[in-house]
């Protein structure tokens, strides 16, 4: 499965972005995207991830309420729609697709190469 994300950028503190990513390849397996970030010398974390059959969505605490994980199933595209961010939600957004998911990058095994948001304050 190769991933391909994009959406990023640069924002104020305050404002919203969307991101995007949109599988390619052999898919028929992975069941679940995920969205994952990660900061200047922290640990990548999980920030949301999606079922595509059902659509049954989870999130980290620090974004709920602000972020949004959707599916255009039609489109085989997932997007995390980010509103009221701040500067700790900067980091490389990795989007991934995995057979089982959750909160885990070790549940997925297929990464894209990463997306740049960067808040301002």
């Known amino acids: 499965v190769q991933l391909q994300a994009s959406g990023g950028g640069l924002v104020q503190a305050g404002g919203s972005l969307r991101l995007s990513c949109a599988p390619s390849?052999?898919?028929?397996?992975?069941?679940?995207m995920g969205w994952f970030r990660q900061a200047p010398g922290k640990e990548r974390e999980f920030v949301a991830a999606?079922?595509?059959?059902?659509?049954?969505?989870l999130y980290a605490d620090s974004v709920k309420g602000r972020f949004t994980i959707s599916s255009d199933n039609a489109k085989n595209t997932v997007f995390l729609q980010m509103v009221s961010l701040k500067p700790e939600d900067t980091a490389v957004y990795y989007c991934?697709?995995?057979?089982?998911?959750?909160?885990?990058?070790?549940?997925?095994?297929?990464w894209g190469q990463g997306t740049l948001v960067t808040v301002s304050s």
């Open positions: 991934a697709a995995g057979a089982y998911g959750g909160s885990s990058p070790r549940s997925y095994d297929s």
């Open positions: 390849g052999r898919t028929f397996s992975r069941n679940v």
């Open positions: 999606i079922r595509w059959s059902g659509g049954r969505t």
